[in-house]
């Protein structure tokens, strides 16, 4: 379980490594630095295109800056054995950062074609639920279900604590409580998960547990929640998609705006 406490007005955190985060008057309150806007409180769907989309620009660009500072030194390389006159020394620095260069196009291929998975669509009444209510995830998928082998909906826990380790801040992240929602296998679909019908298209309902740690932001530590959703096709990039949410101590009434 959580190793937050569920926190009041007048108490502040402690965070796994025994700190209080002090120093941030934001954390005497329930959410901390947390924020909840009106769209969370809407009927919401979320889909997974925008963020692969995100994913993929941020990758090329790396790659570009990486590889292109990489290539001026390589270009001096290559002269260097064109003339008989190769550095040892240049070479066998340089392999490891060609290699990392290598291994980002690698992962910018894989995250393109990531970008023709099979699309799951969630469905929630809306974005933030308090400890102890109910959340309801309806989920269907815009194209091909049927190239998905397994599937996995889960709701999950996370705390995220920074730290000075040295001259460097450590930041953490540890997967505290998962929920599972749905899960789904074609190779079982005589299974209670129902195969291909809850892989297509299905709704599920679970409770948040009421001893839970709700969400909280601080300077130094972070408690979210998010849906992870996972699908894993044969001889092609899985899905593995996560969606934030927020889980107030009370009703989500109170925090609207907060």
Known sequence: MALFSRTSPDAMPITKFGARDGADDDARSPLGRLTIGDDAFE???LSPMGGRVVKLIFIIIFAVIWNGVTSVFVLQLVRG????NPDWFQTVF???FVLIGLGVIAFGIHAFLGLFNPQPILELPRRVVGL??????AWRFSKNPH???SFLIEVLMKESATYQCGTDSVTETDVMLRIEVCRADRSDASGASGGDRDIAQTS??????ADAMHSFEARCNRIHWAIRVHGEIPRWPDINDEYDISITPGSPSEFRNA
């Open 43 to 45: 009927h919401t769907q």
């Open 81 to 84: 054995w064109i003339k008989g």
């Open 94 to 96: 340089m392999t490891p």
């Open 132 to 137: 102890g209510e109910e959340l309801s995830i």
């Open 147 to 149: 190239k998905v082998r």
């Open 204 to 209: 599920a309902t679970i409770t948040i547990p």
